[in-house]
């Protein structure tokens, strides 16, 4: 039996009966009153490639508008310490709808391609299963990234699941053909997908693991300028790269009306398909920016996440609807665009880039917005990792999670609350490169299990200790990340790598959990 079929008795039976806002408060309802508090839809909007640095309400130097963003931040919270939980796409994808690090799968490193299998097992616990369990309608629209399953044409061979780094040429699939296993199977009740990243075939929609054309061509590859990069590939005639990002934005927007109408409570999943390569802002937004057609780019998707809230304030949602935005890894910020665009810190003042180990590599923006519950804007210095969503809804929908789901999932759901606690969510946190270098951080100190970037990103010519084959930081005093002091510290660098080991061995690092 899948694990996904039947594990939890849901609380809106219980909630149902008590009213859901007595239910979270703890307060009985005196016989004859009704609770009118539905339960809160939830919203999580996964930017592409986006840095700590390229909005404004993080960075008021930052060279790119983006007003909506900046509005959501006033509404709510504001994290300054979170972090997604891979340096690259794929693997925070699964870390984020598994609530597991994943490293623990059979992605060591790299991403997937547009032809993978799929990377999630197919009974492996999600945070849609949760939320399904728990009464709401569940949704994925945007950028899957992580593998799906097509039907083979005749005599052909599937595609290896041994190294999910390596990516399949796709001979042999019928791409034309509904999915044999996709979002749909993993605890969404709608999906409206494209496979991978906007620059990695195929090109297609997918509706509920249909294909929304099923005629494919070949849409020739782009490499000039910097930036505005896809590669040649299979795809749905009627694609166009430059439309997805608006496509998608509608998309939701439609979700949203259509579970309006049925007053039901929602989940969507909304993984963008920007600020990712190619670079293609709408005309609208070209030329808006300081920071090239890469904050122009920026400009368009703040714009399509503020269409998607003002449809949720216009389809009088918004008070009750938790909204998540964070993004999925760092921004791809070059050395050559730091020298183009001086004054645009799109990682801020964190070293590194896109695939590091370092903390431009994972360190993320990440708001929430719920009206009915956050009552005052807020900064919180907590350090937060993208699994933990999946014990953070579990703990709002009154579950407990099985032992062997969310593995490295810790509960944040105390800080929503207008006096929240100064308490550590996680004790601790592991980061993981495009390469597959290990770091781990607890408290100030950020132990990297070798040296350089573990990513794209060169040590600067001035190093002061190259030679060093690890590295310890002192991110209170030092968030650069400038100074490495495992010779000053042996003993602090000796224990963290013992506690990374210990985590990696595990297989879990949440109390209660197992592998």
Known sequence: MKLRTSLFISSWVLIGLLGFKSYFSGNEIKKGEVSTSPPPNIIVILADDLGYGDLQCYNPDSQIPTPHLNQLSQTGLRFTDAHSGSSVCSPTRYGLLTGRYAFRSPLKKGVLGGFSPPLIENERFTIADLLKNAGYQTAVIGKWHLGLEWPLQNGATPPPRSEPDVWP?????????????????????????????????????????????????????????????????????????????????????????????????????????????????????????????????????????????????????????????????????????????????????????????????????????????????????????????????????????????????????????????????????????????????????????????GGWSKGPANDRKPALSAQLYDLEKDPGETNNLMNTYPKIAANLQTLLRQQQQNGYTRNGAKK
């Open 169 to 453: 040429t796709g001979d042999g699939l019928n791409i034309q053909a509904d999915l044999t296993q996709g979002p749909n199977d993993l605890g969404f009740d709608y999906s409206y997908i494209i496979p991978s990243s906007l620059d990695i075939p195929p090109y297609l929609y997918l509706e509920n693991g249909k294909p929304t054309e099923r005629e494919i061509v070949e849409l020739a590859g782009n490499n000039e300028p910097r930036g505005v990069f896809w590669r040649t590939g299979p795809a749905g005639k009627g694609f166009k790269v430059e439309n997805t990002l608006d496509i998608l934005g509608q998309k939701a927007q439609q979700y949203m009306t259509e579970m309006r109408k049925q007053k039901k409570p929602f989940f969507l999943y909304l993984p963008l398909t920007s600020p990712h390569t190619p670079w293609v802002p709408s005309k609208e937004f070209r030329a808006k920016s300081n920071a090239g057609i890469y904050g122009d780019f920026v400009m368009h998707t703040d714009f399509v996440v503020g269409e998607v809230l003002a449809k949720l304030e216009a389809l009088g949602l918004k008070e009750n609807t938790l909204v998540i935005f964070t993004s999925d890894n760092g921004a791809d910020w070059k050395p050559g665009d730091k020298e183009k665009f001086p004054k645009h810190r799109a990682n801020y003042g964190y070293r590194g880039q896109k695939s590091d180990v370092w903390e431009g590599g994972h360190r993320v923006p990440f708001l929430v917005s719920w009206p009915q519950a956050i009552h005052t804007t807020r900064t919180l210095a907590h350090t937060l990792c993208l699994t933990d969503l999946m014990a953070t809804f579990a703990s709002l929908t009154h579950q407990k999670l099985p032992s062997n789901a969310g593995q490295d999932s810790f509960d944040f759901s105390k800080l929503l609350t207008t006096s929240p606690t100064k308490k550590p969510v996680r004790p601790s946190i592991i980061h993981h490169s495009i390469d597959g270098m290990f770091a781990i951080r607890s408290g100030k100190w950020k132990y990297i299990d070798g040296a350089g970037s």
